[in-house]
């Protein structure tokens, strides 16, 4: 669960905050557990991504605004790029993010929420949801380019 507490902090404290915080919500919550409708590691894990989403809130980092995407152009991230990078390089890239443009990446490629769900779950709509993924696509994509020509 570390793991994916660090995806969603700027740094190994934030992250730490962010397990303990749903760690207490786990064991807290324990007996609405129902085995019938997810796995525990499931269960689990849908808390400390909610936490995770709680903690970012509370630092004021999601600023709801509304874009039109019917003029943006998806970009894509080339997948030699992505082959060749170590997974901290890539969490290095993906933390070089704004707060909510990395939330949004995480929770849709990583974590395979759809935009309606990340809509829900951040205080944001489904077009600012589709904006800040291919936001995050095009910046990822300058961040990649410039790791590759300074290495």
């Known amino acids: 669960m570390m793991a994916l507490c660090?995806?969603?902090a700027k740094d190994k404290n934030d992250a730490l905050e962010i397990l303990n915080d749903g760690y207490l919500k786990v064991f807290k919550n324990m007996?609405?557990?129902?085995?019938?409708?997810?796995?525990?590691?499931t269960w689990m894990r849908r808390i400390i991504i909610n936490t995770a989403i709680d903690f970012?809130?509370?630092k004021q980092v999601y600023y709801n605004m509304d874009v039109?995407?019917?003029t943006q152009e998806e970009t894509g991230i080339e997948n030699e790029a992505l082959q060749k990078m170590s997974s901290v390089e890539l969490l290095g890239a993906i933390r070089?993010?704004?707060p909510t443009t990395g939330t949004v990446f995480n929770l849709y490629v990583i974590d395979g929420f759809s935009h309606r769900e990340i809509a829900a779950l951040l205080p944001i709509s489904e077009g600012t949801s589709r904006w800040h993924l291919s936001e995050a696509r095009r910046q990822l994509k300058i961040i990649i380019h410039l790791m590759e020509t300074n290495p």
Request: glycine share 4%; aromatic share 14%.
């Open 6 to 8: 660090v995806r969603y």
């Open 31 to 41: 007996g609405q557990y129902d085995a019938a409708k997810a796995s525990l590691y």
């Open 56 to 58: 970012l809130r509370k």
């Open 68 to 70: 039109l995407l019917d």
């Open 96 to 98: 070089q993010l704004p």
